[in-house]
């Protein structure tokens, strides 16, 4: 079987690829995909491996989850799907002693043992530092932004880092990664590939999230394009999906304001040059997918 964990990570996505993906569960059921809601797992899993740590699972914990997780039968699933934005923590413990996700790859290796007979693959969305941490800080209960950081210096904060500690805990498990900035011109994709189906295949809520950032004028001027050139490639569609963010765009969408004491313009300008420099470095690294417009 394939697992496939989605790990947020948090203040990306906000549960919209799982709640799309739970919109075409019933067509892809029958292919051996299984999408079981949150409810089914998030807290069962969460406490298996806090309990587990670094133990070895008994032979049965696999088997165990299944049977409370999925309603069919798990012989027939060739393909699980699970997803949940703290994963790797709370947004209280986003950062802890000056490092992003401190417990990420130690969780990471225990759903891995647990999962070992199985295919396991990590899914991640990323996010300019320059929004992430104060988002993220935004939706903890830290009372101060000094404080969420715990010593971290925002100019150090890579996501390569993290990275490189999951694949150096888990040199064989894949990691397709995507940002989250991208999403309204890749959300297709990126549901596609979740799922394991092929690109070009129709699905439902493709735009969910571009819709979200054009007005309506030009998202009927859109849905009227592609019904009139249904033959384009996915290149073509995006290359018009930005040409239509250009005229259309909610610019109190697509604008994101930063407000953190000492943070001007310059400050947020070199966290995003550093984030993009990081970015290629990601796409450098063995084992590493990153999904790109």
Known sequence: MQVILHTGVHCTDEDRILKCLLRNAENWRHEGVAIPGPSKYRKLLAGSIAKLKNATPDEDVRDVLLDAILTEDPGKIDRLILSNENFFSVPKLAVQNARLYLRAEARLETFARIFEQDDVEIYMGLRDPATFLPAVFA???????????????????????????????????????????????????VIRELAGIELTRKITGAFDVFSQIIDREGMKRFRAFLAGNPNINEIQKR????????????????????????WDAAYVDMLTELYEDDLDTISRMPGVTLITP
């Open 139 to 189: 939706a903890s209960p830290h009372p101060t932004f000094e404080s969420f950081l715990d010593g971290m210096d925002p100019m150090q904060m890579r996501w390569s880092d993290l990275i490189r500690r999951i694949r150096d805990r888990l040199p064989h498990v894949p990691i397709t990664l995507w940002c989250n900035e991208d999403t309204p011109l890749i959300w297709g994709q």
């Open 239 to 262: 290359r018009v999906m930005a040409a239509f963010l250009d005229k259309y765009a909610k610019d109190e969408e697509i604008e994101e304001a930063v407000d953190i004491p000492g």
